[in-house]
């Protein structure tokens, strides 16, 4: 896994409460990104980053903000969970843009009721 | 939009058969093209193809990029029950850092 640990593994929450979940890695990579993996639409970008502070929207982003303020950290934060949030969430690094040298998290399983 | 398509959506076989999987791709300026295995959680990076590296070979495992067609093939033969798993299809384009994954296909090998 390359050093990557994803927090919390498992939550479950309520409709309308924020959550953050949180990405660590201790490779120094540059790229970092935010998936969400749901049956049927394989693994789809919310989120990434192309350095400390520098972030920019993938495909499914909206309900979701992100925050690097460390090369170390990147931060996905659901401002109002929904039920539609409820997904698999994978954070990814990597030293270049994706590529060979992309590195998974073990995953963060998200249940919003 | 860049798009990516794998088929097919699933896959059951027996051990010791030989089994092929498709993606197809829509990019703007194409620069790779990826494997990558999916067992229980996170996906391990298996092949990356390029315009200038079109055919990568790893054991039983095969894969070929068709610059013509847009579109990749991964081969595994003599298939065996550690090789089920969800196997993901990715691009990169030179004009984004976001590499855009298929939905997988999903490959179950029985006894």
């Known amino acids: 896994d390359a050093g990557i640990t994803q927090s919390p593994r498992h939550k479950v929450t309520e409709t309308g409460t924020p959550v953050t979940l949180r990405c660590h890695q201790t490779e120094n990579h540059r790229y970092m990104y935010w998936y969400r993996q749901d049956p049927g639409h394989g693994l789809r970008l919310i989120h990434y980053?192309?350095?400390?502070?520098?972030?920019d929207k993938g495909e499914v982003s909206d309900g979701y903000s992100v925050s690097r303020s460390k090369t170390e950290d990147f931060l996905l934060t659901l401002e109002s969970a929904t039920s539609s949030q409820t997904s698999v969430y994978f954070c990814a690094a990597a030293p270049g843009q994706g590529g060979e040298k992309l590195f998974f998290g073990s995953g963060t399983q998200l249940s919003v009721l | 939009e860049d798009k990516v398509v794998q088929s097919p959506l699933s896959l059951v076989v027996h051990e010791g058969d030989t089994v092929t999987l498709n993606c197809s791709y829509e990019?703007?300026?194409?620069?790779?093209l990826l494997w990558y295995k999916q067992e229980k959680k996170a996906p391990t990076f298996l092949f990356m193809l390029?315009?200038?590296?079109i055919e990568k070979k790893s054991g039983r495992l095969s894969s070929i990029l068709d610059k013509k067609e847009l579109s990749s093939i991964l081969n595994i033969t003599a298939t065996q029950t550690g090789d089920s798993a969800i196997y993901l299809c990715?691009?990169?384009?030179?004009?984004?850092?976001?590499?855009?994954f298929g939905t997988g296909t999903r490959l179950q090998v029985f006894p």
């Open positions: 390029t315009s200038s590296g």
């Open positions: 980053s192309y350095g400390v502070k520098d972030t």
């Open positions: 990715a691009v990169l384009s030179y004009n984004t850092d976001k590499l855009i």
């Open positions: 990019v703007t300026n194409f620069r790779s």
